[in-house]
Structures are given as C-alpha cells and as structure tokens.
C-alpha cells in the first residue's frame, strides 16, 4: 500500500485524482489533498505518506522537497522549481536522497514525461560525456512559432493559443522564457553540469515597452522577414559551457525544426552520438500526459523496499477532492 499526498489541485493535479479514480488500484491510497485554500484528509506530516505528488508551480512547496526527503518520503513533481531553480536547491535535493534513500521523481518536469532525463542519466551511467544539449522546450511557444507566417499578427496568435489552453492564463509567463530557463536548468544538470540560473541567457520576447501585446507584432514580424522564408523557433541551448534561451532561425532539416503542435523536441549531442544527435520527440505539454508521468514515477517506487502495511481507508480523498479541484 502506497499512501500518497496530492499537493495542486489545478489542472494537473485534477488530472491526477481523475486518473487515480479511474485505475481503481487496491496499492495506491490517497490519503491527503491540499491546495491554497483547503485539505482533505489529515495534515500532510499526520497522514505520513510515502510519496508526495507536487501538481504546483510554487516556490514555496518546492523548497521543502529536500525536507520530505530527508525524512525519507518520496517525492515526484511536475513543478520545475526543485531541480530547476537555485542550484543550491538541486544539490540539496541530492543530498537528501543520498542520507535517506528517497527518491526524486522528477519525469514530468521537462516534456511531460517524453524519456529525457531518463536518457540523459542513462547514458551517464553508462560512461558516456554528454557534449551538449538542445531542444525546443516550450509546447505554447511551439505551436504560436509554427503558425506564425506573417498573415497574422504575432499577438492574435497568442490570443488564440490562449482560448485553446496552450499557454498560461497570463502569456507573458511563457513568453518570458523562465519557464524554458528552468527546463535546460534540469537537463543540463542532469547531464552533470552545475548550471547555475545566472548563467542561462534569456531572450524574453515580453514587450519592454508596456504590458500590450500588440507591441510585440512589428518586431516578431521583422525577425520573421529576416529569416527569409525560414521558420523561427524557440531553442533552449547548453554546448561548448554557453547556455542559453531564444528565437532562432533553423533550417528545414535541423533535427529541432521538425514536429508539429506542441511537440518538444530534445536533441543529445555525446561522445556516444558525436556524429548525429540522439533525437527525442512527441507531445510535451498537456494536463494529461502530465498526471501520468507523475504516476509513471510513483508505480516505479514499487521496486523501493516494502512500504508500510499499514492499510488505510482506501482513496479516502478523492471523492471530496474531485468536487474542491
């Protein structure tokens, strides 16, 4: 019996309890849910889960993931602001796993769950040198750059990529760039690179003027015309000690101007693929494939020791915590 702790109830963490429900599986019982406004279930440090599911973007929940492993709980995130954020909080998130044998799970922070990090420590642990790194990291960012041709001005695109809920409820969040920031933060450091934040350029393509988005329609149109007849796109780059986050013209048979939607795309340059990268591919957002990432990552938790016998009511939570997601 794993007891789990939800913390999130937004679009994710909904996703979590509807996918929870519909497993129906006898191991897992959800025995807290908590977001800003209310919990379900006892407190989080009475109901002593085994594992932590962090459905937030908070910074807050995400400095205390070294805590709840340093007791030995196990924590599986979608929020990038463990592994992504200071580097002093990434190493601490290592060390307490190293002192208590909990482990991380951390699949659903960069693409959803595609076999990124998963790779990038393969390969590590098989010998290999990772060279570099580069990806188009942002779902929303991608499917506004492969419509945006000219006919239609840049900040209409935006609009419509926001009623479709492909970008937050403020854009400006994806168009700054921080959230791709923190994505190369993780894979870089995944590939055993102690980047810190500082050390990533970032080209935000939030208008410095004010806060109207239309501001941004003359210059994406200019960066447009001077890719003559290329498409732009968003890249997240670390090679050769130089990281960085911006628009870029690629060519058509560039491994990351391929794909389509909101497709990511992950190119790893190593030792072992110094001629051709290894390419990673295939959706990289959405609540769904994000709820089970996180669930990827708990049922891998079942090879850990024994958990508790202990055998409370089963999904105590998740009746009430459908009606408060």
């Not at 109901?47 to 599911?53: D, E, G, K, R, T």
């Not at 998130?93 to 769950?113: F, K, L, M, N, P």
């Not at 098989?126 to 991608?142: R, T, Y």
């Not at 980047?195 to 410095?208: F, K, W, Y």
């Amino acid at each position: 019996m794993i007891r789990i702790a939800l913390l999130g109830t937004g679009n994710v963490g909904r996703a979590v309890i509807a996918r929870l429900e519909a497993l129906d599986d006898p191991g897992l019982s959800l025995v807290h849910i908590g977001n800003t406004r209310v919990t379900v279930g006892p407190s989080l440090h009475e109901s002593a889960p085994h594992v932590v599911l962090d459905a937030t973007a908070s910074d807050a929940v995400a400095a205390r993931h070294a805590e709840w492993l340093a007791r030995g709980w196990h924590v599986v995130t979608a929020n990038k602001l463990g592994r992504g954020a200071s580097l002093a909080r990434a190493e601490a998130i290592e060390q307490a796993c190293t002192a208590s044998g909990a482990r991380y799970g951390d699949s659903a922070t960069v693409g959803a769950g595609l076999p990124l990090l998963r790779s990038l420590r393969a390969l590590r642990a098989g010998g290999d040198a990772i060279h570099g790194v580069a990806g188009v990291l942002s779902g929303s960012l991608a499917w506004l750059l492969a419509r945006f041709d000219g006919s239609v001005p840049f900040s209409t695109l935006v609009h419509e990529a926001g009623v479709a809920g492909y970008t937050e409820p403020d854009p400006r969040i994806d168009l700054s760039g921080e959230d791709v920031r923190r994505k190369l933060l993780i894979l870089a450091r995944a590939a055993g690179v102690a980047l810190e934040a500082h050390d990533v350029q970032v080209e935000s393509l939030v208008p410095t003027e004010g806060d109207a988005l239309a501001l941004l329609d003359a210059p994406m149109r200019a960066r447009l015309d001077a890719a003559r007849g290329q498409r732009l796109h968003f890249v997240a780059r670390w090679q050769a000690g130089v990281a960085r986050v911006g628009l870029e013209t690629l060519a058509s048979n560039d491994p990351l101007a391929a794909g389509s939607g909101t497709d990511n795309r992950v190119a790893i340059h190593s030792a072992r693929y110094a001629q051709q990268p290894l390419v990673i591919q295939g959706p990289g957002a959405g609540a769904e494939v994000t709820a089970a990432a996180m669930l990827d990552d708990v049922f891998a938790l079942r090879d850990q020791p024994a958990f508790s016998a202990a055998r409370p009511s089963k999904n105590v939570a998740i009746g009430i915590g459908r009606a408060i997601a």
